[in-house]
């Protein structure tokens, strides 16, 4: 597959954030799209901001203000720290950003599990379904697990996500080491991750 850059679609985000990174796109009815990309404050918490596009005639043009979508979560939670976009999925009328959620941890480590939420299309805005992850740690998967991509295929839904497999300490610093891994639901939020 060859691709070919197209040139820029967006250079900041609402004033007091930086960053316009984790872009996913879903689309809503004949050439309109729905963007969703994250931008930081001045405490690196980043958070998800929506806005609309079209495409015509081949090149992208952006529609609407960009709004403030989702910010982190309540002090402590899984997603305290910042919330990243992953990907759109549509069921029936209804349509879902799943995200990954941060909360920092002691000596630069985080915590990173998958949230989802609703998206509101009159005011462009995303509202959590649940104050904890929908994914995420547990007996078996003790550091992190984040969803980057679902997808629905008639009753059952299927991810492809981030296991965080351990710690390693790499010249004074803590990097995380993950696989690839897979999960299915009959509801797209109790996942059956099997044995690893």
């Known amino acids: 597959m060859i691709w070919n850059k197209h040139g820029l679609i967006e250079r900041e985000t ?32 980043s958070h998800i901001f929506l806005r609309t596009f079209l495409i015509i005639d081949g090149k992208i043009v952006l529609n609407d203000d960009t709004t403030l979508a989702l910010s982190p979560g309540l002090p402590g939670s899984f997603d305290s720290h910042g919330v990243l976009s992953c990907n759109f999925v549509y069921d029936g009328p209804k349509l879902y950003l799943y995200y ?80 690839i891994h897979f999960a299915c639901s009959n509801d797209g939020v109790n996942w059956d991750c099997g044995k690893e």
Not at 16 to 25: D, L
Not at 39 to 45: A, V
Request: charged share 20%; hydrophobic share 40%.
């Open 100 to 179: 990954c959620g941060w909360l920092n941890i002691a000596g630069g480590m985080w915590h990173c599990d998958t949230g989802r939420a609703t998206i509101n299309f009159d005011t462009l805005t995303a509202e959590r379904e649940f104050f904890g992850p929908i994914l995420g740690r547990r007996a078996d998967i003790p550091f992190f697990a984040v969803a980057t991509t679902v997808i629905k295929e008639e009753s059952r839904w299927l991810a492809w996500y981030n296991r965080g497999l351990c710690w390693k300490k790499d010249q004074g610093k803590w990097e995380a080491v993950y696989g």
């Open 14 to 45: 609402l004033e007091g954030f930086s960053h316009a990174s984790h872009p996913t796109a879903v689309h809503i009815s004949e050439n309109r799209y729905l963007l969703a990309y994250c931008g930081r404050n001045q405490e690196q918490h």
